[in-house]
């Protein structure tokens, strides 16, 4: 009865590589997130997508593409993978009108 | 812009006693949310307690309350009967009200909460 659920949880990679982190919640919310969380822990927005539609696009390299094949999952997409890519990304959802975000258990990317 | 700021980055309790966790919050905006997230060391970020800022009335959940002061934009987190389990990362966050661009949370950058036996 998971809510939002990522995988992989964990992900290793060398330099250069291209990997995607999936999400999915199923608490039926139409507004997805993806946060970023660095090494010392500091939490930024990332993206954000209401009704398969992407309403945020924080300063993130075009590197990173969301992409959102229906309400309930919202996949995040790296190319060319850096050195400061590492980190804990983490996917919440929320429904309109309510004010509660939740999360997902978080996917430590770690680059090599 | 907004921003969040948690000017203690350790805070440390004995179990049994109450803590305060600090924060203040810069905005323009008259309606907005304020949140208390927890990360414990598996990651997991968990909802401790929300506060509408329309509302007067400080928000309580169990052992947590806040002290919400909109004049002054400070929302701290008070912890009473601190447990080992309290021991965590708590993160301050602000919300705009509303959806699109406004729907994101703004952290601040955490206070590391430690619990002694």
């Known amino acids: 009865d998971t809510a939002v659920s990522q995988t992989p949880k964990y992900l290793v990679t060398q330099m250069g590589n291209d990997k995607s982190i999936k999400c999915e919640q199923n608490?039926?919310?139409?507004?997805m997130y993806w946060y970023k969380q660095d090494s010392k822990k500091f939490l930024k927005i990332m993206f954000s997508y209401n009704n398969k539609e992407l309403i945020i696009n924080e300063t993130v390299p075009n590197r990173f593409s969301p992409k959102s094949p229906d309400k309930a999952h919202l996949n995040l997409h790296i190319n060319s993978l850096e050195l400061g890519d590492s980190a804990v990304y983490f996917c919440?959802?929320?429904?309109?009108?309510?004010?509660?975000?939740?999360f997902g258990p978080g996917t430590r990317l770690l680059v090599l | 812009a907004q921003t969040v700021t948690q000017s203690q980055p350790e805070m440390s309790v004995q179990e049994a006693e109450t803590v305060t966790l600090s924060c203040t919050y810069d905005t323009s905006e008259s309606d907005y949310y304020l949140f208390w997230y927890k990360q414990p060391p598996s990651r997991q970020m968990i909802l401790v307690i929300r506060?509408?800022?329309?509302?007067?009335q400080n928000a309580t959940e169990n052992r947590f309350s806040v002290n919400f002061q909109k004049a002054a934009k400070s929302f701290s987190l008070k912890i009473s009967d601190s447990q080992l389990g309290d021991a965590a990362m708590y993160f301050c966050?602000?919300?705009?009200?509303?959806?699109?661009?406004?729907?994101?949370?703004?952290f601040g950058k955490g206070t590391k909460l430690s619990v002694k036996p």
């Open positions: 506060q509408e800022a329309y509302k007067q």
């Open positions: 608490l039926g919310h139409d507004t």
């Open positions: 919440a959802s929320r429904r309109t009108g309510e004010e509660t975000q939740y």
């Open positions: 966050a602000y919300r705009r009200s509303g959806g699109g661009s406004q729907g994101n949370l703004i």
